[in-house]
């Protein structure tokens, strides 16, 4: 899974670099680039896009968070909310992926079916992975101030995870 961030001046690629990289280090051809990245995905599998955003609307005025899901097009599921003041965009990442898998687990559609979660939060994926794996080498992480409401949530997240059933949860950057 590649993460293209076309606003951040470190991780900037454009997308006829990159599918100019596809070519030469993946033997794409023009054609089979443009199917490859507009294949179908399985329709009985739900794809589950997450993302949170921090903003400052003025000087003088708190910064705002907000969140987003998103299960396909005109999916019920979709969300985009504004949740007000947090201390950092990895809280609202956090939220949204809770809130989000929370919302498929109760939603009457679905049927114990494999999940794809795709964030866009590294961070996240890598405290996930600490929390699973303490007796392994631990991942990195960023500092981002996490909070009181950050780890209570993580592991509200990882109980979450836990209800679905086994290896049917795939999370990817």
């Known amino acids: 899974m590649h993460h293209l961030n076309l606003d951040s001046p470190e991780n900037l690629v454009f997308v006829n ?29 739900p794809y589950l896009y997450t993302d949170a955003s921090r903003v400052e609307t ?20 979709n969300l985009g909310l504004d949740i007000g003041e947090r201390s950092s965009a990895f809280t609202g990442e956090l939220l ?13 559609g679905f049927k114990g079916q494999q999940v794809i979660v ?24 960023q500092d981002h101030h996490s909070t009181e409401e950050d780890t209570k949530n993580l592991q509200n997240l990882l109980r979450l995870l836990r209800c679905f059933p086994k290896g049917r949860v795939t999370m990817q950057w």
């Open 96 to 108: 949204a992926m809770n809130v989000a898998l929370h919302r498929l687990y109760f939603w009457g």
């Open 17 to 45: 670099e990159y599918i100019e990289h596809l070519r030469k280090r993946r033997g794409f051809t023009k054609d089979s680039t443009w199917a490859w990245a507009n294949r179908n995905f399985d329709e009985k599998t």
């Open 58 to 77: 003025k000087k003088d005025e708190p910064k705002r968070t907000g969140i987003a899901f998103f299960f396909g097009n005109n999916h019920p599921l």
């Open 118 to 141: 795709r964030t866009d939060c590294l961070n996240l994926m890598h405290w996930l992975w600490n929390l699973e794996n303490s007796q392994k080498k631990q991942r990195p992480l």
